[in-house]
């Protein structure tokens, strides 16, 4: 009965809240956000914080990894923040974060 009553569970969260389409759009966008930072760090590491920009690894894959730590770090709030610094404008669809 317990595993039954999981199923569902797992069913309805599914549909309502992991897979949902405003979920899903925002997923993407989030997505696309990190991706654009990553871009940018990557073209120029001046965009880091000393700290950050001084541990640099010097050559790939670590380059790369210490850039994706750099961003896995960050609050959703200051991604948006450095985007902004950035990019000039806020990423659409993510005012909430």
Same mark, same amino acid.
């Given at each position: 009965? #317990?595993? @039954?009553?999981?199923?569902?569970?797992?069913?309805?969260?599914?549909?309502? *809240?992991?897979? %949902?389409?405003? @979920? &899903?759009?925002?997923? @993407?966008? !989030?997505? %696309? &956000?990190?991706?654009? *930072?990553?871009?940018?760090?990557?073209? =120029?590491?001046?965009?880091?914080? /000393? @700290?950050?920009?001084?541990?640099?690894?010097?050559?790939?894959?670590?380059?790369? $990894? %210490?850039?994706? =730590?750099? +961003?896995?770090?960050?609050? =959703? $709030?200051?991604? #948006? /923040?450095?985007?902004? !610094? +950035?990019?000039?404008? $806020?990423?659409?669809?993510?005012?909430? &974060?």
């Amino acid at each position: 009965a #317990m595993a @039954q009553e999981e199923r569902a569970l797992k069913s309805f969260m599914y549909e309502n *809240l992991y897979l %949902h389409s405003e @979920q &899903v759009t925002t997923a @993407q966008r !989030a997505s %696309h &956000v990190i991706a654009k *930072l990553f871009a940018a760090y990557s073209g =120029d590491t001046s965009l880091m914080p /000393d @700290q950050w920009r001084m541990s640099l690894p010097a050559s790939e894959p670590a380059t790369s $990894r %210490h850039i994706a =730590d750099f +961003i896995a770090g960050m609050t =959703d $709030r200051y991604a #948006m /923040d450095q985007y902004a !610094a +950035i990019y000039g404008s $806020r990423p659409e669809g993510l005012s909430n &974060v």
